[in-house]
């Protein structure tokens, strides 16, 4: 199940989601559904690509995005 990052439209309220199946994603803050899917840190790595779970290969933090790796920041 992936999980993803949003913006809300109208609060602009940026939150994770876990989504399962053909669920609607909702702003947990306003209740909205006029969100915009952003690129998980998560997901992205060293080179700007999207890496597969396990794939290794450093890339950016997945809590905060730290361009050094995982580990770098004081978030892990």
């Known amino acids: 199940?992936?999980?993803f990052e949003y913006?809300?439209?109208e609060c602009k309220h940026r939150f994770e989601l876990l989504l399962q199946g053909s669920a609607q994603a909702a702003c947990p803050k306003c209740k909205a559904t006029r969100l915009?899917?952003?690129i998980?840190?998560?997901?992205?790595g060293a080179t700007g690509g999207w890496a597969?779970?396990?794939s290794g290969g450093?890339?950016?933090c997945g809590s905060c995005g730290d361009?050094?790796?995982p580990g770098a920041c004081s978030m892990n």
Do not use: N
């Open 52 to 54: 597969s779970p396990g």
């Open 67 to 69: 361009p050094r790796g």
């Open 58 to 60: 450093g890339g950016s």
């Open 7 to 9: 913006v809300c439209g």
């Open 1 to 3: 199940m992936p999980i």
């Open 40 to 44: 998980s840190s998560f997901g992205v």
């Open 36 to 38: 915009e899917k952003q």
